[in-house]
């Protein structure tokens, strides 16, 4: 019995703006955001009949992940049965791209057992596929694909899109509040919605740009999600608390919670702030420094 493990970090988007084109490799957004030390690590185990779980449960429909292995297949010849084990500390459909963390480390993961030879981009090609194919995403994989913190210059897979680092202190660390999922399909399929993600997001991207500091956008995540109106009163109530502790708290793309940022020294401040409103799972993580790998034994 062979197996292997890949893991790929999560990834919150602060603003983004929609860009669709008839080739899926170049289809996607434009936006900014970081990955999160917490993600999805995925194990795959040569035996039998291709039944995926989460967190130990079985997944009955998974259809991301079966998109992806059905990609993988077609793309590689490679047809042996497998069983697929996701494991993740992140609350899934609530903005932190667990679906294309799941697709990503899956590819990953699958290459290695088969020894396909597959180059890491074509490895997050496939998973962008699958998140396409299923609606669950538009450039969380090219996200996940890079560490850090980091805005997107050109959309699409891995290796057709292009995304810039940014500039951030060793330590940054993600503060999180998370009341639940949101349907992110629903809203994005609402006209007025997509105009204004798509009006504002470009905006806050070319701004961000000039001016890369991680404070600055919070600022402009923050704008984004009132300009947008995708606050709701309930995240708008809990956005005023936090300010009133020095915390700018921009909403999750798209989940119903908000996060910040702060260096290493203000995580504690930050994670009390938060807990005080008493709503919510609080946690917090460092970034991510590395993007999607393969993890092996010691």
Do not use: Y
């Not at 509040?177 to 992110?184: D, E, F, H, S, W």
């Not at 995540?221 to 936090?242: D, M």
Request: glycine share 12%; hydrophobic share 40%.
């Amino acid at each position: 019995m062979q197996s292997s493990r890949a893991f790929s970090p999560g990834h919150v988007t602060g603003f983004f703006s929609i860009r669709p084109h008839a080739d899926p490799l170049h289809h996607g957004s434009l936006g900014a955001g970081f990955s999160v030390g917490m993600g999805v690590t995925t194990t795959v185990t040569s035996r039998g009949s291709d039944k995926v779980t989460l967190n130990g449960e079985p997944l009955n429909d998974a259809p991301v992940s079966r998109a992806l292995l059905r990609l993988f297949r077609s793309r590689t010849g490679w047809k042996p049965p497998v069983t697929i084990a996701h494991e993740t500390d992140l609350p899934v459909g609530c903005g932190f791209g667990t679906s294309g963390a799941a697709a990503l480390s899956l590819a990953l993961a699958l290459n290695e057992l088969a020894n396909t030879g597959l180059s890491q981009d074509v490895c997050g090609e496939l998973a962008h596929l699958a998140e396409l194919e299923c609606g669950t995403g538009l450039g969380t994989v090219l996200g996940e694909s890079h560490g850090g913190f980091k805005a997107s210059l050109k959309p699409g897979a891995p290796g057709t899109g292009v995304v810039q680092p940014l500039p951030s202190p060793e330590g940054l660390t993600s503060v999180f509040v998370v009341l639940g999922p949101l349907a992110t399909s629903a809203m994005l399929k609402n006209p007025a919605i997509r105009d204004a993600v798509n009006r504002e997001g470009e905006v806050l991207r070319i701004a961000l740009l000039k001016d890369p500091r991680w404070s600055e956008f919070l600022r402009l995540s923050e704008r984004f999600g009132r300009q947008t109106k995708l606050v709701g009163p309930q995240l708008a109530e809990i956005q005023k608390k936090l300010a009133l502790s020095g915390l700018m708290a921009p909403m999750l793309m798209f989940g119903n919670g908000l996060f910040t940022l702060v260096e290493r020294v203000g995580t504690a401040a930050a994670v009390a702030a938060f807990s005080q409103i008493g709503e919510g799972r609080v946690f917090s993580c460092e970034l991510d420094p590395k993007g999607g790998r393969l993890l092996h034994e010691n």
